[in-house]
């Protein structure tokens, strides 16, 4: 990094480190800051020439143009530092989200002033990506912030910017804002992960759970993922038919022997990957495939043990072991 990049890093990260996190923000005189706009600078410089012919030649009307569009530029810096000043602001908590892929933050307007405010935009800090609004007269207003995550964990929010220029374009009114949530980042799952891993045999209490409730049953019902050459009639077609209404291609056959002696384990082990992100992105994979399938499965990795269920429930914290491991 050049000397000029690394001031400007060390600038930032002072200003931005006597700023509270928090969700919530109103935004006063306090935090709003205003410049002209290249626009601006431009509409000034063409206000002094023309201040200065006409004091040269003495032009009457050359006063009363200058003047007026001096008294406009005001009213429209007025107005715009109005524009941005008095707004709450708050952060809706974040969703998870997966590596690569395209997150969203959403941000709550309140506007408790009897007009419209025009023209507000925010974006993630330095990002250039910005998402516009106007907030109704004693209204809110949702903002959706794109942001993409590069790598799994929790991360905090990264630093939000605010600003109008509403309503000439010759002032910029801004703001910053570190808010205090954090996000979850999942792994990327992988894109072609293989079948399941076999199952391992059931032992001790477990086992004889499983055999009772098999024959209290009358019938088996646990499954496992579909194989080569199974009979049409050990399909459960029920959960293909939900698998392929959620676009998967996933089918399930009925295993009478074997499940109930046996169950799923995710193992990072079995992955047989040395490469700990690529454990990860395969494991992930496997979560989402044995959740579509609606067979019980458990997870072992990096020490952390998430004893075999299923349901949304219990594969968001498979997900959130693999994003914290």
């Known amino acids: 990094m050049n000397p000029a990049g690394a001031l400007r890093a060390r600038i930032d990260g002072w200003f931005l480190s006597r700023r509270a996190p928090s969700d919530t923000l109103e935004l006063t ?25 006409s004091i040269n030649y003495q032009l009457n009307l050359g006063y009363l143009l200058t003047f007026l569009l001096a008294g406009s530029v005001a009213v429209g810096m007025h107005v715009c530092h109005g524009t941005l ?7 809706v908590q974040p969703e998870a989200h997966y590596a690569g892929a395209a997150a969203v933050f959403r941000v709550v307007l309140h506007n408790t002033r009897r007009r419209v405010r025009y023209g507000i935009g925010m974006a993630v800090r330095g990002s250039g990506q910005w998402a516009w609004t ?62 399941l891993p076999p199952g391992e045999p059931l032992s001790g209490p477990a086992a004889l759970t499983a ?62 990957l040395a490469d700990t992100e690529g454990r990860l992105s395969r494991l992930c994979a496997w979560v989402l495939m044995a959740d579509r399938l609606g067979v019980d499965y458990g997870l072992r990795v990096a020490g ?21 491991c």
């Open 304 to 324: 952390r043990v998430v004893k075999p269920s299923q349901g949304e429930a219990h594969r968001r914290a498979c997900l959130e072991a693999l994003a914290l």
């Open 211 to 272: 055999s009772m409730r098999a024959h209290s049953a009358g019938e088996y019902d646990g499954v496992r993922a579909y194989r080569r050459g199974d009979p049409l009639k050990l399909v459960v077609w029920k959960k293909a038919a939900r698998a392929q209404a959620t676009g998967s291609e996933d089918l399930v056959s009925r295993d009478t022997q074997q499940t109930q002696r046996e169950e799923l384990w995710l193992d990072a082990q079995a992955t047989g």
């Open 134 to 195: 106007d907030v109704p007269a004693e209204g809110t207003s949702t903002v959706e912030i794109a942001f993409q995550p590069e790598r799994r964990g929790l991360h905090p929010v990264p630093p939000l910017t605010a600003e109008t220029r509403f309503p000439l374009g010759t002032f910029r009114v801004w703001t910053v804002w570190r808010p205090a949530a954090q996000m979850l980042v999942y792994p990327t799952p992988e894109a072609h992960p293989p079948p």
């Open 29 to 53: 005189q306090r935090n709003v800051y205003i410049l002209p706009t290249r626009a601006g600078w431009t509409l000034g410089a063409t206000l002094l020439v023309l201040l200065i012919a």
């Open 85 to 91: 000043r008095g707004l709450a602001m708050h952060m």
